[in-house]
């Protein structure tokens, strides 16, 4: 059969894959050494809701292998790449389902940090829209789920590494340069994703931080008049 290459990841995708990385790195070191780190932690958590609501909206309206429709396959599909019968370009149905997990509990992450507290000074910016009780369970929750991260991530690394090694096929460079090998005629290009997906989507990722930052929370009641307080 003849090689050819063909493009699979746009670079939007490409660019959320590594900006992704870059920002859960920084997000586990700052939320790690705390103290003044926390308000940095809290900025970087409002970049990953925006981030993590652009791949939503992308994997919707984006080019082809970045569509979930295209990638999240059933059972079925499972059972085929287990057997050697899977010629896609894209994700694998084992893959997917590792994309799925990551960005579910990515999401966790970020709305659980939005009402979380640090018993100190930090407190997330929708910390008001909740009762106390919720705040205090969903930050145990976000302090024990971000071990949950660090072990899929580590499982995504050794899974990378597995396919360099012992399939002989590079996952990094194609989401490098967004190009991979085509052996199969069925194998086309991606399609799709253009400039009107792309400011959807960018669209759906501002608001997504604008909202997360506490703008649709009602305003502060005001302080009251000083003639009102006691003149102690």
Do not use: C
């Not at 290459?5 to 790690?32: N, S, Y």
């Not at 994309?99 to 992450?109: D, E, G, I, N, S």
């Not at 969903?138 to 990378?160: F, K, P, Q, Y």
């Not at 096929?169 to 069925?186: F, H, N």
Request: glycine residues 10%; positive net charge.
């Amino acid at each position: 059969m003849s090689e050819r290459r063909v493009r699979v990841w746009d670079l939007p995708t490409r660019l959320f894959h590594w900006l992704l990385a870059i920002l859960v790195a920084a997000a586990f070191v700052t939320g790690l050494q705390g103290g003044n780190l926390m308000v940095w932690h809290g900025r970087l958590g409002l970049l990953l809701g925006g981030l993590l609501a652009f791949r939503l909206a992308w994997g919707l309206f984006g080019s082809t292998y970045a569509r979930f429709s295209q990638f999240v396959r059933g059972p079925g599909a499972i059972r085929a790449y287990l057997r050697g019968e899977w010629r896609g370009l894209g994700h694998n149905p084992l893959g997917a389902l590792s994309v799925l997990a990551l960005l579910a509990v990515l999401a966790f992450q970020v709305a659980s940090g939005l009402v979380a507290n640090d018993d100190i000074a930090f407190t997330g910016p929708l910390y008001a829209a909740v009762a106390s009780e919720t705040s205090e369970m969903l930050t145990s929750l976000h302090r024990l789920n971000m071990w949950v991260i660090g072990a899929l991530v580590a499982l995504h690394l050794a899974a990378v590494a597995w396919y360099v090694r012992i399939r002989k096929e590079d996952l990094v460079k194609p989401m490098l340069t967004g190009y991979k090998v085509a052996t199969d005629p069925a194998q086309e290009p991606a399609t799709g994703g253009g400039v009107l997906a792309l400011a959807a989507a960018l669209a759906v990722a501002g608001f997504a931080v604008w909202a997360a930052a506490g703008n649709l929370l009602p305003p502060p009641p005001p302080p009251p008049a000083p003639e009102t307080l006691p003149n102690w």
